[in-house]
């Protein structure tokens, strides 16, 4: 497996790289996680994407879209984080989350990062260096804690 990362604007996705996006993420956030949800939020024009190619197979991997301050919170922010199914266990996602925080201080400052995570991910975010603030909520129809890493 070789992966290539690549962080740009959205106007700067290929048509390509977008369907294989949206592919993506409907493929694991509406079919596999079951739940129906309006994911083309309009946030997407405003931030920058992270993708993690597979160049031998030409296929996405992982993918991240890394948000600016006042998008979808005050601060900057991190959503859509995923890996697909054919990728899991190999550490990419443990990687796609190093690459994300990296690439948002590189593009918005080192500021705080908060993010909505689903609660049974506490731990994995836990272990980049970010706590929990605030209650259990419900997105969905699935657990979700807002977090936050100074």
Not at 20 to 45: S, T, W
Not at 66 to 76: D, F, K, Q
Request: charged content about 20%.
């Amino acid at each position: 497996m070789n992966i290539q990362w690549k962080c740009i604007l959205f106007e700067e996705l290929t048509v390509h790289e977008l369907y294989a996006i949206m592919h993506l993420r409907n493929k694991v956030f509406v079919v596999e996680q079951n739940c129906v949800f309006q994911d083309a939020d309009f946030k997407d024009q405003y931030c920058h994407h992270l993708m993690a190619w597979d160049t031998e197979q030409n296929k996405l991997a992982a993918y991240t879209r890394l948000v600016p301050p006042g998008v979808a919170y005050r601060e900057m922010s991190i959503g859509r984080v995923i890996t697909s199914p054919a990728y899991r266990g190999v550490g990419l996602g443990k990687l796609l989350m190093e690459k994300s925080i990296l690439n948002c201080s590189l593009i918005f400052g080192e500021k705080p990062i908060k993010i909505g995570a689903q609660l049974y991910l506490k731990k994995m975010y836990e272990s980049f260096g970010f706590q929990q603030i605030g209650e259990i909520y419900d997105e969905d129809g699935i657990q979700h804690i807002h977090m936050l890493r100074n």
